[in-house]
Each structure stands twice: as C-alpha cells, then as structure tokens.
C-alpha cells in the first residue's frame, strides 16, 4: 500500500456526518496560536457547538491535539452550509493550509471553493466529491452501531427499541440502518421504532419530548444522534427508567447511558494534518472503522455486570469479526 494510502488509512473518516444546518450562521471563533512558529494552520468548521460532548466536541478536541502536538496555530467557527463558501474563502486566503467541514453538508461547499486555492486543502466528514486538494473522510461509525443493537435487542424487556436523531440525512440514517440491523441479526423478533426528528441544532426540548414519544410506544433502549440536543435524550431516559445509548463520543459517564458507539478521533485528525503538512495528501473518499482502532463500542462498567456472559461472548466475537473484516456491517453510500 503507498503511504499516502496507510496515512489515510490510519486517518480519516465519517460518519455519520452528524449535524444541522440551524438558522443562523453562529461565528463564535475559538482562536489559538502556535506555541512555535505559527506556520502551520488548521482551521474547523462545525455545524453545532463544539460544547455538545458529541459529534462536534471531539472534533474540536481532535482540532486541539493538533494545536498540541504539532505546535500549529487552529481556529473554528460554527457555520451553516448556507455560509460554508464564505468562511473557506476566508480561511484559504488567509494562508490556512487545512480546513476540516465536520459534517456531510460541508463536501459539495468544498468542491465549489477548492478549485480557487490549490495551496489550502479542505477536507469533509463524509461526502462523494474530491479533487486534488479536496477529499471526504468517512467514520464507519456503523460498525458500532451495529453492535449498539444487537446489545440492545439482547436485553430489551419490551422487546421494543428506538432512535432519536436531529436530521433526516443519508449519514445520519446510515448509522441507524445499521443499529437495526445488528438488533434483527441478534433478535429476529425485535421491533425497531422508525427514528424520529427533531429537527434544529440544540433543542434539548423536543429530543426529550420525542425520546418520551418512543418510550411511551414501550421502547426501553434509545441511541441517538442528537448533538447538543442528547442531553434531552439522557434526561428522559434517566426520568423512565429507560437504557440511553450514547454515539460519536463515550458518553458512558453520562446519566441513563449504559453503553457508546464511539469514534476515536484525535488520532485520526493528527495523521490526516501530518500528511498535509509532509505533502503526502492526496485527493480522495476514505473509510475508516474498528480495523485502524478509530471506531469503537464499550459497555459502561456499572451496566455490563448485568450482561449475560454469553452476551459479553458474542459482542467481543462480532467486534473482531468487523475489525478483521469476517463480518461487513450495511451501511449507505451517499
């Protein structure tokens, strides 16, 4: 394999491509400079908070570890799509030499923008289009939502389980897919709610509102895609007595949340800017997942005593056949 290949490999990502378009343009910036130099820079655009200990936190925090570790200046804005143009204008002609767009909706913005600034490489979360200074990562973030399932449908009591997410999207849904399709693979028998929208960045609200909707339907475990907006999910599940699963970060120290699809992301952020910076990049749609250790699934400790060891057995078996590949987990291609 060439090298740029194993540090994409080791590097990139999607998943799921988390996030909301909301209705305005927020362009609170974080700025941090070098502590040498200052002549490498990183710039991150997200489409929530990166205060939402979730799909945009651990970008921010992977962003950090590039500040740290590599001694270069980072900066990050929250930004719709609606305003994706403008601020990778900015960034390029600033002399930014990578700039991250967290979230699907950020790829066709890029593609537009790229062609203008070959000397700014602008990388997507997920995404079809590339070109020479403009690729997509995608996390296979399926993979442990697969495994969220089939926990889920092992040890519901119902018999019924649920998802709540903040957009109707392909990356988003893809992940649920995948949720479904591991609790069938465990459970013939399980009934998997339709996942239900809320819609807009943060409304910690509605996520509970419709959490409750779905335990109300006997649903006693939720995962979600919620962003911001999970602590509702959280909150109504802990107020139930319902099983929360968490997603994007480990979430397992949160109230309710007894297990996490996870991405491992700091990593995986600092390859992609080193090869940036060696000029090794290139121009392309990658996948990572269990195989390089970015994807990963845990069961918090408190809960897994509850488990059944034959469960505890399965789960450990399937998540070294998806990371050996033995196993292919469905996802979507978008």
């Not at 060891?309 to 399937?318: F, G, H, N, V, Y």
């Amino acid at each position: 394999m060439m090298k740029s290949k194993v540090l994409w490999a080791l590097a990139l990502a999607v998943i799921v491509g988390c996030g909301s378009t909301g209705d305005t343009a927020k362009t609170e910036t974080k700025e941090a400079e070098a502590t040498s130099g200052g002549e490498f820079k990183v710039a991150l655009l997200t489409l929530g908070s990166v205060n939402d200990s979730g799909w945009n936190s651990m970008a921010y925090e992977a962003l950090n570890g590039i500040k740290s570790d590599m001694s270069a200046t980072v900066d990050n804005q929250e930004v719709p799509p609606t305003n994706a143009k403008d601020a990778l204008r900015s960034y390029a002609q600033k002399g930014y030499n990578l700039v991250f767009g967290h979230g699907y909706e950020y790829n066709e913005p890029m593609a537009a923008v790229g062609p203008d600034f070959k000397d700014t490489i602008f990388i997507s979360s997920s995404g079809g289009k590339t070109a020479s200074n403009v690729g997509a990562f995608r996390f296979y973030l399926e993979q442990s939502f697969y495994l969220a399932g089939m926990l889920a449908a092992k040890q519901s009591k119902t018999g019924v389980i649920g998802s709540v997410a903040v957009l109707d999207i392909p990356s988003i849904n893809s992940t649920l897919k995948a949720y479904e399709a591991g609790a069938k693979a465990a459970n013939p028998n399980i009934k998997v709610l339709p996942p239900v929208y809320f819609g807009v960045e943060n409304d910690i609200a509605k996520a509970k509102q419709l959490t409750e909707s779905i335990i109300a339907q006997k649903a006693d475990f939720v995962i979600h895609q919620a962003n911001a907006a999970a602590k509702g999910v959280f909150d109504a599940c802990a107020e139930k007595g319902v099983n929360a699963l968490g997603s994007n970060l480990n979430q397992n120290s949160e109230k309710g949340v007894v297990a996490s699809a996870f991405i491992v992301a700091k990593p995986a952020f600092l390859q992609l800017a080193k090869a940036v910076k060696e000029k090794t990049f290139k121009g392309e749609i990658v996948l990572v997942g269990m195989d390089s250790g970015t994807i990963d699934f845990e069961i918090k400790p408190e809960y897994k005593s509850k488990v059944p060891a034959d469960l505890i057995k399965l789960l450990d078996e399937t998540k070294e056949n998806i990371r050996t590949g033995k196993l292919v987990v469905p996802k979507d291609e978008f």
